[in-house]
């Protein structure tokens, strides 16, 4: 742990970095229940609300870009007090939008100011723990962090029916000031001046070399599986249950067991931590993932009518996402120190976009059960044979490194 940090108590610490990776994610479906309410109040076609959706992602992942290799520059608290500051402005500017434009426009602005919290939070971790104890840090606060864009629309729900679909854009605002009065009060710059980039075009630099290093593709490409097979569910899953017969009041609590599977992963991962390898264990999930995405095609080849199975195999698919995520994370940016910034910021970007291309995939194909596992089975492939020749790849091409420094024998 750096020394400047130590004074930070952990359970500060957790709560901060669980706020600074959440809020965002929960800021991104939270209205998905008040959906037509708005349409209706903003005079507005549905369709043009359902697309805020998307400028969202997007938003977030230019965010994850650009705040990567800002913080690695001028160092992680002011970037994230600002962020703060403009996902809490734009929340209230969406609370308070007459029209589609002007909501449009603060979904936008929201999740720019959201993408400082889910990129530096990470780089702050990288910043204070070692390799090994940054995975027990990301799997204890990964729980809370992977479960809450499931919970939210359930929040979302409540204030909408309640209050008004503008009541969940004042419970971010809310979510924010209490984020950035924490963050204000309680946590110091994590990155010294003098690890620094003087330059922020030499931080951008990284991005190429990151993209081209086999280690850091190794554990992004967990990332973008593990986001293609939650977005792609998520897609697909209203339609799917619709077609079962089940009301959308019942569908919005199917997401429970997702969260539950996924909290309960991260744990079991976190305590083996200690006993296991990073890597072992990525491989402890795909196993899982694996298993869930083989029963959820054979439910889609039998052509099951039950929610049942489908419940089940998704859990079993998000137990290992429960690995995948938070190892992933610790060892892709851990192993960049210099540039766990922009580290951090590329490996969020890629794995928004896998989750956006997901989306328009299953879409285009068919948001049926039979299309759905088709497309789980082609995920668990890609992971399954990119991360470990990733792997392979690096491991020879540093002892090839080591045998070109080594005294050659007389």
């Not at 959440?22 to 076609?45: Q, T």
């Not at 809450?148 to 029916?161: E, F, M, R, V, W």
């Not at 054979?298 to 137990?319: F, K, Q, R």
């Amino acid at each position: 742990m750096s020394q400047h940090t130590t004074q930070i108590p952990y359970g500060i610490l957790l709560t901060a970095l669980v706020l600074l990776s959440a809020s965002g994610l929960i800021a991104s479906d939270i209205n998905l229940p008040g959906m037509g309410v708005a349409a209706i109040a903003l005079d507005s076609p549905i369709s043009a609300i359902q697309r805020t959706f998307g400028v969202y992602l997007i938003g977030l992942a230019v965010a994850q870009v650009i705040y990567g290799p800002l913080s690695d520059t001028y160092g992680r608290r002011s970037l994230v007090l600002g962020g703060l500051f403009l996902f809490t402005a734009a929340s209230i500017t969406c609370a308070t939008a007459q029209n589609v434009t002007v909501f449009a426009i603060g979904r936008l602005l929201q999740a720019l100011g959201a993408g400082a919290g889910v990129v530096i939070g990470r780089a702050i971790v990288a910043d204070i723990f070692d390799k090994k104890t940054a995975g027990r840090v990301f799997a204890t606060i990964m729980p809370i962090v992977g479960a809450s864009p499931a919970l939210s629309p359930i929040i979302g729900g409540y204030l909408t029916l309640h209050f008004s679909w503008r009541a969940p854009f004042l419970f971010t605002a809310a979510l924010g000031i209490a984020t950035l009065i924490l963050v204000a009060t309680k946590i110091p710059e994590t990155f010294p001046k003098d690890q620094r980039h003087h330059a922020l075009l030499a931080t951008i630099k990284n991005y190429p070399g990151l993209l081209i290093n086999t280690l850091f593709l190794a554990y992004t490409v967990n990332l973008g599986v593990a986001y293609a097979a939650y977005f792609g569910y998520l897609a697909a899953s209203p339609v799917i249950f619709s077609a079962m017969g089940m009301t959308p009041a019942v569908i919005s609590y199917c997401y429970i067991s997702v969260a539950v599977a996924y909290i309960v992963g991260n744990l079991i991962s976190r305590n083996l931590i200690q006993k296991y390898s990073i890597n072992h264990l990525i491989a402890v999930g795909y196993v899982l993932f694996t298993i869930g995405a083989s029963s959820l095609f054979l439910c889609g080849l039998y052509n099951m009518t039950s929610p049942v199975p489908v419940l089940v195999n998704m859990a079993i698919m998000t137990l290992g996402n429960g690995f995948l995520l938070p190892l992933s994370y610790a060892g892709g940016i851990t192993n960049f120190p210099k540039s766990a910034g922009a580290a951090s910021g590329l490996m969020g970007a890629l794995q928004l976009a896998c989750g956006s291309l997901a989306i328009y995939v299953v879409t285009l194909v068919g948001s049926d059960l039979h299309h759905l596992g088709l497309f789980m089975i082609a995920t668990a492939l890609i992971g399954c044979t990119f991360f470990p020749c990733l792997l392979y790849f690096h491991h020879v091409k540093t002892r090839t490194v080591r045998k070109a420094f080594l005294p050659k024998a007389n």
